[in-house]
């Protein structure tokens, strides 16, 4: 799949956010990358051999106080993390959207285990 059909996917699945989430994100971009650094893959866990499909790098919103300033969060989906995964174009779209909604998840305060319960 090229970048502007996957990037499509990424903003497509960002349109899709119910208003009322869409509208309290803040403080947040989205970026897509073909690979995890190896410091992302050591930040977010993920065992030798492993896959990371997506990366929430940030100050959840629960954590933020009244007066809070930094430079925006960042959402990064990992391209090819997801084509190895995911193969027909269905596959494919159902999975960058889970995959930006559990790094959104992230972003509003959801713990991995409280994503994982609620099948994000």
Same mark, same amino acid.
Request: aromatic letters at 8%; hydrophobic letters at 35%.
């Given at each position: ?32 990358? +073909?690979?995890?650094?190896p410091? *992302? ?8 051999? @492993?896959l990371?499909? /997506? &990366?929430? !790098? ?30 027909? +174009?269905?596959?494919?779209?159902? *999975? ?7 790094e959104? @998840?992230?972003?509003? /305060? &959801?713990? !991995? ?8």
């Amino acid at each position: 799949m090229d970048d502007k059909r996957f990037n499509k996917l990424v903003a497509d699945a960002l349109d899709s956010l119910p208003k009322e989430f869409g509208e309290k994100l803040n403080n947040v971009s989205v970026t897509v990358k +073909d690979y995890p650094k190896p410091f *992302q893959l050591w930040k977010g866990k993920v065992p030798p051999r @492993g896959l990371l499909l /997506g &990366l929430y !790098e940030g100050v959840p919103q629960t954590k933020r106080g009244i007066y809070y300033s930094n430079i925006p969060d960042k959402i990064t989906i990992f391209k090819n993390s997801i084509l190895r995964v995911a193969r027909t +174009d269905e596959e494919i779209t159902a *999975q960058v959207r889970s995959t930006v909604m559990h790094e959104i @998840g992230h972003h509003f /305060g &959801l713990t !991995e285990a409280e994503l994982r319960k609620s099948n994000i």
